[in-house]
């Protein structure tokens, strides 16, 4: 797959922490109830920690009680690129992000409640929070 955004692994591994680097270039997963973005409850952006692209609104935000950041939506449906994952004994559906294909967490069919009945279950370190404007047009 080629991305907007394509750098070498090097330049990643200089420009991303070393905890970055590891959930958004190599899949791994930040500890639950851990993220910084766990609680945020403020309007505003959330983009993509590796390139900035724009992922989530606030407004999409819901508290799914997984122990990660989970929203019901993406900003638009090309925002987030969906792969199949088999790893770990089971089947689940990969969220990266469609511009630079950082891996940003899962898309589970069981956020109940919600206007799409998903759970885009992010980890907090793949996500960047600008506060103050959702990216909605007022």
Partial sequence: MTYAVDKSDAQWREELSADQYAVLRQAGTERPWTGELLDESRAGL???AACGAELFRSGTKFDSHCGWPSFY?????EAV?????NSHGMVRTEVRCANCGSHLGHVFPDGFGTPTGD???MN???LQFTPGTDGQDA
């Fill in 46 to 48: 959330y983009t993509c």
């Fill in 73 to 77: 939506e993406s900003i638009r449906p």
């Fill in 81 to 85: 690129e969906l792969i199949e994952d």
């Fill in 119 to 121: 759970r885009y279950c």
């Fill in 124 to 126: 907090s370190i793949s």
